[in-house]
């Protein structure tokens, strides 16, 4: 079964500044996905960005980029020019290729505070 | 519709009773994930369905959890015989059969459970 580590529950940021949240995963597969998605306070968890195995390229998103380190089985988030509104549960999460297999599995999550 | 909708988005009850949850999911998806998360803990799969069918079920769901797609469209979650360990809150998420690549999830904003 694959697992998904956040070790870090909290973290704080500078408005303006720019934070990397951090993701372990475990797996016996060689593809599949993986994805951060952010929960707001009282609202619905959405998708911030997203990465395939397969692909070298680390997946940007205006402000969100990721750091894929396959061979470490890692998966960072990197948040450049924060904001307010930035402020939220993360969650990292893995998903495996195929459509048997569909299901997120996610990490505990991480706690990100801007400081304005 | 422009999202998944849930049904009731609090619901307190006493210990032994029993709670239905009503999820609607987007219209043109498939596919319906039932999720549970507890306080300060990532989301846990429960199930997923694919139109009617209900393809997996995780071994959190004990005998007294049921989730139903009677028609494919909107599922309900029932536990039965609630006990104080069920409060959560009870995530519901849709997502398109058949997208390539790493499909998104979109979630409902959640139904708490609260059992005293």
């Known amino acids: 079964a694959q697992t998904v580590t956040q070790s870090q529950p909290e973290m704080s940021v500078q408005e303006a500044e720019t934070v990397t949240l951090s993701c372990t995963y475990d797996t016996s597969e060689s593809d599949y996905y993986l994805f951060w998605y952010k929960q707001p306070p009282s609202r619905q968890m959405i998708l911030v960005i997203r990465q395939e195995a397969y692909k070298q390229q680390n997946a940007t998103e205006n402000r969100f980029s990721v750091n894929f380190q396959k061979a470490a089985k890692s998966f960072s988030l990197k948040i450049s020019d924060s904001q307010l509104g930035d402020a939220a549960m993360y969650f990292c999460?893995?998903?495996?290729?195929?459509?048997?297999?569909?299901?997120?599995?996610f990490g505990k999550g991480i706690t990100l505070s801007v400081r304005p | 519709d422009t999202g998944v909708s849930q049904d009731p988005r609090h619901k307190i009850t006493k210990r032994g009773q029993n709670v239905t949850f009503r999820c609607d999911p987007i219209?043109?998806?498939?596919?319906l994930y039932w999720y549970r998360q507890t306080l300060g803990q990532g989301p846990e799969f429960l199930t997923y369905f694919q139109n009617e069918a209900q393809l997996e079920k995780s071994r959190l769901l004990s005998d007294r959890f049921s989730a139903e797609r009677p028609k494919g469209s909107f599922s309900t979650l029932e536990i039965q015989r609630t006990e104080q360990g069920d409060s959560a809150m009870y995530l519901c998420?849709?997502?398109?059969?058949?997208?390539?690549?790493?499909?998104?999830?979109?979630f409902g904003e959640g139904s708490r459970l609260t059992v005293l």
């Open positions: 999460a893995y998903r495996s290729v195929g459509g048997a297999n569909s299901k997120l599995t």
């Open positions: 219209s043109e998806h498939n596919r």
């Open positions: 998420a849709s997502s398109p059969f058949g997208t390539l690549g790493p499909g998104e999830l979109f």
